[in-house]
């Protein structure tokens, strides 16, 4: 059991690398935030872009959502990181990260929100549209508000999932929180940084796991 | 247009990674074929377990289900490959990203398979108790294959979504397609091997993705 806590809650090694972690939740943090601001408003642009079915734009629209679904986000981060430079474009590791994971949850919001477009009554265009609202002002005031309505527990899910992915950052140098815990591992040669980051992790993102099953319950259709 | 075409669609390149490629692609199936049925019964397990009469049992799987849905899934395989190590437990990378993504996959196709099961209702339990079935029985014949069909556009997506994960395993170095391509692409400065794996993945996985689309779309409409 001493064995155990030496290795894996070191209090020497905790206090001497808590400030580097912390200072990797503050990065963690402040890109999940950024990410989920971002993507969510451009998926749900690319939505509404989308509801007014003209055909090339939707086209554009669904290889943009299948491709950044289909791909490993890893992958992208490492194709935009190592192939940009190649052709002068400089890109530091923390915008990277932001731009492919900011990408990749705009395709899931696009997808998620479109759904919930579809899955709108056609009753409620018709009477928006009948009461004299032009067809985006059907859109926006009564279409959009039940369509997002709807689809709030999978779009929490997904952007639960995706911010978490900001650990992908550890691979490109983003010195986020998994990034500060293996730096700090290589040197101290005991695996207490790791744990540190794994307890932030969880402090992190249970409360967030936590809500969306609230959510879940709170925005369940009736009937289900 | 010339130097895009160059660094990042470079046939000739692409040509000489395609081999290692293909190997590292033989890897990442062969980690799927490991862990999609490990994850899918790891998280039937769990599910069943969330709706159990016995609250403890109830109570231990859902906190097992969110603890692994927080950690993200590489902070998890580094825990296990270089941390394990320090506690004299060290582990291959494919039994390292064997464990880790068992753990993950669980959790997320225990929270899958439990909307299934939630999806159910009592009656058709009750009714096929009350014709003699066992509760295995009920479970295996009556109440599972429902569950499963109500919620398959799920199970695929994740399906997906555990591909797509595999490509962690080249931070391990385990030699999976991502590994193979990053290693062809440090020896030539080019990104075209990388874009070689994207396109291999976006062959794997499109159609399924498509396929999903028109589960949604029939069971929707």
New interface residues.
Partial sequence: MA??VD??LDAAVLARYAPDILRGVGVTVILSVLIVLSGVALGLALACVRAYRIAPLSVAIVIFA??L????????I??VF??LP???VMLSSFTVLYLVLTLVLAAFAEEIVW?GI??TPKGQWEAARSTGLSFSGTLVYVVLPQAVRMVIPPLTNRA?AIT?????G??IGVPD??GQA?TA?SFS???SP??L??IA??L???P???AS?WLESRFAPPG? | MEQIAQQFFNLEIMAKALPLVLRGLAMTLLICAVVIPLGALGGLLAALGSVARVRALRWLSIGFVDLFRAIPPLVLLIFIYAGLPFAGLRLSPFAAVSIGFFLNNSAYFAEIFRAGLLSVPRGQAEAARSTGLGPAQTLIWVTLPQAVRNVLPDLLSNVVEVVKLTSLASVVSLGEMLHAAGLVRSLTYNASPLVLAAGIYLVLLWPLIRLIARFERRIAG
Avoid: E, H, S
């Fill in positions: 064995g155990f290795t894996f299948d491709v679904r289909a791909l490993p986000p890893l992958v992208l490492l194709l190592f192939g190649n052709i002068g759904a579809t899955a639960i978490k992915m900001t650990a992908l550890m691979v929180i998994l293996t591992q040669a005991n695996a790791l744990t980051a794994a992790y969880v992190l993102f249970l967030l796991v936590i099953r289900a």
